[in-house]
């Protein structure tokens, strides 16, 4: 059997080389594609490989179709939105995330970028502080939890607001306020943390009406994807109100005009880094491998996003 690991962002070496401890140990095969630049590579890099890790390397159809020997792929993270779900399900391919994994380094990154901009990204006499200001997490999930505790310890007042969590004890025992409405979390939130799943449902969702109701000074910090910003909403709010900001791990489609017009008050990570911390590569990395292993070997399809 062999275990394809394509990541075009690789992971660190330590995951690596966990990586290939847990194949090889089960008695398969590791083959490697880093860094590729072209579509072409993987393609020819899955043609016989029986199992996949990715990161957000996207997996197409065409990609699916060209790895005849597949069974399974696990993206090493969370989000699967960059997975062709109906192709892999079409050839009865089991896909997987690894939930949980790197959400700390993720949870981090936005309480980081939360202060960077509230010292107006490090511009002497000009900062305010996070402590005592309204934190809202939009969507409660693995991500959502952490950011909204450290923003707790911080100090901060978190509200946060999730429609597949009817659950009030999961909120009130982190001390978290839940509120009922999207609208009703924007409204009250100095910052807002993104931790919404690129999907149908929310493409395109967070612009224009909801960036114009926060509070005055108010951050819009995106970990999430960018795909769920509607991005002239973002522009003509970002016009309309100079107090807004906003700041990104994934730039958006329309970065270099949000920069040339709006300077100091947006920021975009040059390349994805909520997951680029040795301890995320590493979790999300051997979870990775171990699930495959597990399939393989046990049928175990605990962490399937395509059941
Ligand atoms: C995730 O969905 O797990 C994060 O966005 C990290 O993605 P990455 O592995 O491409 O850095």
């Known amino acids: 059997m062999k275990i394809l690991v394509a990541t075009e962002k690789p992971f660190a070496k330590k995951a690596v080389d966990g990586i290939r401890g847990i194949v090889e140990n089960a008695g398969y095969e590791l083959a490697l594609l880093e860094k590729y630049t072209d579509k072409s590579e993987l393609l020819e ?9 990715v990161r957000s390397d996207k997996v197409t159809a065409e990609v699916i179709a060209a790895a005849k020997n597949l069974k399974i792929v696990v993206r090493a993270g969370a989000g699967y939105d960059n997975v062709d779900l109906a192709a892999a399900s079409a050839r009865g391919i089991v896909v997987m995330n690894t939930p949980g994994q790197n959400s700390n380094a993720v949870a981090e990154l936005a309480l980081a970028m939360m202060i960077y901009m509230s010292r107006n990204r490090f511009t002497p006499g000009t900062g305010s502080e996070i402590q005592g200001k309204t934190l809202g997490i939009h969507a409660y999930g693995n991500v959502g939890k952490l950011v909204g505790r450290k923003g707790k310890a911080l100090g901060m007042n978190v509200v946060a607001y999730d429609p597949f969590i009817a659950d009030e004890a999961v909120f009130e025992a982190d001390g978290v306020k839940k509120v009922a409405t999207v609208e009703e979390l924007y409204k009250a939130s100095d910052f807002l ?4 799943p690129a999907t149908e449902q929310t493409k ?7 960036l114009m109701s926060m509070p005055k000074g108010a951050t819009l910090v995106n970990t999430a994807r960018k795909e769920v910003i509607d991005e002239a909403g973002l522009v003509r709010a970002l016009t309309e109100r ?5 700041i990104t791990d994934i730039a958006a489609g329309n970065q270099a005009e949000l920069d040339e017009k709006f300077g100091k008050r947006v920021f975009a990570t040059a390349k994805k880094m909520g997951a680029e911390t040795a301890e995320a590569n590493i979790n999300a990395g051997l979870a990775a491998a171990s699930q495959i292993v597990d399939f393989l070997k046990n049928g175990n399809t605990r962490f399937q996003v395509n059941k």
């Open 45 to 53: 890099a899955v043609a016989d490989a029986d199992a996949l890790i």
């Open 193 to 196: 943390s993104l931790h919404i």
């Open 204 to 210: 395109g969702s967070i612009g224009y009406d909801l």
């Open 242 to 246: 100079e107090d807004l900001k906003y």
